[in-house]
T-cell receptor, first 112, second 110 residues
Framework: DAGITQSPRYKITETGRQVTLMCHQTWSHSYMFWYRQDLGHGLRLIYY???????DKGEVPDGYVVSRSKTENFPLTLESATRSQTSVYFC???????????FGPGTRLTVL | GQNIDQPTEMTATEGAIVQINCTYQTSGFNGLFWYQQHAGEAPTFLSYNVLDGLEEKGRFSSFLSRSKGYSYLLLKELQMKDSASYLC???????????FGPGTRLSVLP
């Protein structure tokens, strides 16, 4: 089906482990985004990408790494997970800058 | 700096009208979005305003005043399924990134 998907939907990991969250979209959107959502903070931008091989930091990038070798995929890696990275992570995409962003279903990550 | 304010929670009765306010102070302005988010689900697009005035879409309307840094989302004929969080987001000066407000959790009571 067309759309934007995320995997896994739920993940439990331990402090210090590396974790990769996957995001895939079938619209050929140029822009892709990673957000985290925490109580009291709303959605905060971690990283975004304007096109394949072009990425940039958002508001809260520390502790995260992204790559975008293909237009349709935008994985987010936590190189050494910390408890403060326990959150719900949303991926989003849009066709152009400032366009409506469409969100994936989210990944609930717990770091023990 | 970027600052977007919304009321944390609101309660309304089925069939009533509710107005959810959003005030913003951001570095530049290139448009404002409203999203709906049901508990445990992804945000979904509701409306977009870039010019002053009212945009109507069925039971939902959104208003923008750029000079006042103010928007509201108006929900008419409330239904139980409208119980959700409503997120206000402003497009920043670079024109590509959204700055989200904290969201307003609306509870619709029978």
């Amino acid at each position: 089906d067309a759309g934007i998907t995320q995997s896994p939907r739920y993940k439990i990991t331990e402090t210090g482990r590396q974790v990769t969250l996957m995001c895939h979209q079938t619209w050929s959107h140029s822009y892709m985004f990673w957000y985290r959502q925490d109580l009291g903070h709303g959605l905060r931008l971690i990283y975004y990408s304007a096109a394949a091989d072009i990425t940039d930091k958002g508001e809260v990038p520390d502790g995260y790494v992204v790559s975008r070798s293909k237009t349709e995929n935008f994985p987010l890696t936590l190189e050494s997970a910390t408890r403060s990275q326990t959150s719900v992570y949303f991926c989003a995409s849009s066709g152009d800058q400032g366009d409506t962003q469409y969100f994936g279903p989210g990944t609930r990550l717990t770091v023990l | 700096g970027q600052n977007i304010d919304q009321p944390t929670e609101m309660t309304a009765t089925e069939g009533a009208i509710v107005q959810i306010n959003c005030t913003y102070q951001t570095s530049g302005f290139n448009g404002l979005f409203w999203y709906q988010q049901h508990a445990g689900e992804a945000p979904t697009f509701l409306s977009y305003n870039v010019l002053d005035g009212l945009e109507e879409k069925g039971r939902f309307s959104s208003f923008l005043s750029r000079s006042k840094g103010y928007s509201y989302l108006l929900l008419k004929e409330l239904q139980m399924k409208d119980s959700a969080s409503y997120l206000c987001a402003v497009i920043d000066n670079y024109g590509q990134n959204f700055v989200f407000g904290p969201g307003t959790r609306l509870s619709v009571l029978p």
